[in-house]
């Protein structure tokens, strides 16, 4: 219980410092709904999605581990140029509970898009456009620590930001990439003088590799995720994936700061799909081993090929 409260004091002290609306999205989350960090992904599927993940859980009994609720929908509009989505995502990690709410549109241009035989088979390129735009709903129940006597933590936290952030998605055949900011306002509305929010920029790209294109049975799906922050290290997740059939899917993936990951996915009645994570932190980690679930459920065809 003591080492519970020291673990406590110290991410209060340094969540006080600096602060920032969502952690790194964990690598099954991006993965399997790259809409939480990109808005430009809205509507690109061709069809209605809604996912609601819950990462972060377990923690090995630790209080005060990070923990991500988050619940999101997107759907293509007119000629599928246009997308709409929305956004729920709460974060809480010590005494800290940063909850975001936005909604999103996307455009897309179709680069090529010609006039064509209607027998000719071809892929289709484009280039998506994304903005967000929502609120930032930030609480820090400082006082819980029955530490008054250190102006740091006089008084709780509590404060409603706005905030807007934009992303471009490029995609053609089996090949995407992307670059979003999802907070460019940063603390400019901070009414706290301990309260600064990060302006993290994300990159994302990942190919699908049909092993057998005449048996299409396994799909290899490696994809990468950069993170830059003003005065951190770049972060790195690399992931590696194998679909089998649209049945089942496994993988593993590796985040640069000493954490490794593994997912296991199930696909049932072509248009639901669930997936449980691992996450391991390295050996001198306070917050231990996580798991997490996420499930979506995608109209239309699904999720078949």
Known sequence: MKNNHILLLV???GLS???TGQQTPSFTEYNYNPFIINPAYAGV???????????GFGGQGIQGSPRSLTGTFNTPLRNEKMGLGFGFLNDEIGITS???ISGSYSYKIFLNDNAHPYWKVYDRSFVSFGLNAGALIYNQDLL????????NFAENINTTLPTVGAGVLFGHANFFAGVSAPNLLGETFANQDNLELSQPIYGYTGYHFVLDRYNPNFVLKPSMLFKYEKGAPVQIDANLGLNFKN????GAGYRT???LNAFLGFYLLENFRFVYSY?????????GNTHGIILSYRAGSGYSF
């Open 17 to 19: 410092i600096f602060v």
């Open 45 to 55: 599927l061709g069809s209605s999605e809604l996912t609601i993940s819950n990462i």
């Open 279 to 287: 996450s391991q932190g390295s050996g001198d980690s306070p917050l």
């Open 144 to 151: 819980s620590l029955g530490l008054q006597s250190d102006p």
């Open 98 to 100: 940063a909850t975001q």
């Open 11 to 13: 991410l209060a002290f």
């Open 247 to 250: 049945i089942i899917e496994l």
């Open 257 to 259: 700061s000493n954490t």
